[in-house]
């Protein structure tokens, strides 16, 4: 019987991934947590052969969680299952060791085709995602020469923060400020480094090792 600790903060989607997967009778859903802290706790007392694990979780997300997953419980498998399509997140997930990517659109058959190749020791990744492993990354331009290093030291703590997929809010109560204050961080540092969206600042922050490194 090959045991599983789900990660994913959606109740409901939770709750039918468990019967998706003891539909098959040599899969068993043993823990479920709502958070990479839970999952860290979990993995460790549990020790599931296989960590099905979302990136965008609450406090600690799936990309913090992982090194932290492999040393809590050295012989589980990691598998991926998430919303997110960008290819740097794919990229940072398979550097920390995940062993396999599946978009949550595809979330059924596909699901347990993956867990079957990652069991078996193999590298699973989304179909539409494959092109990704096989090409070479382009160069691109940077931001600014230091672009980064132009920000104060607030300016960087909170960008740092909304990458990671913290809000506002709790990065208020993070730093111990207010809202509207954080707001005029996030603003002014994203002016400065020419990014116009979350995304943009993601792919900045991958590229840069500013989150998701070793």
Avoid: C
């Avoid at 020790?47 to 012989?75: F, H, N, R, S, V």
């Avoid at 104060?152 to 809202?179: F, P």
């Avoid at 509207?180 to 900045?204: D, S």
């Amino acid at each position: 019987m090959t045991t599983i600790l789900l990660a994913d903060d959606h109740a409901v989607l939770r709750a039918g991934l468990r019967l998706l997967l003891e539909s098959q009778p040599d899969l068993r859903v043993t823990g479920e947590a709502s958070n990479g802290l839970e999952a860290l706790a979990l993995a460790e007392k549990l020790q599931p052969d296989l960590i099905l694990l979302d990136l965008a979780m609450p406090g600690l997300g799936g990309l913090e969680a992982l090194a932290a997953l492999q040393k809590a419980a050295p012989a589980a498998k990691i598998l991926i299952l998430t919303m997110h399509d960008d290819p740097q997140y794919l990229r940072t997930a398979l550097k920390q060791g995940a062993m396999g990517y599946v978009l949550k659109k595809a979330a059924d058959a596909e699901l347990i085709s993956a867990i079957r190749a990652v069991l078996r020791g193999e590298m699973y990744v989304h179909p539409s995602m494959t092109r990704v492993l096989l090409e070479d990354m382009l160069p691109k331009a940077e931001t600014a020469p230091d672009a980064w290093e132009t920000l104060s030291e607030r300016e960087q703590e909170v960008l740092k923060l909304v990458a990671l997929g913290h809000t506002s809010a709790e990065i208020a109560a993070l730093l111990n400020l207010s809202d509207k204050t954080v707001e005029t961080y996030r603003a002014r540092g994203m002016e400065k480094l020419g990014l116009k969206n979350r995304a943009a600042l993601v792919r900045f922050a991958l590229k840069k090792g500013l989150i998701g490194g070793d």
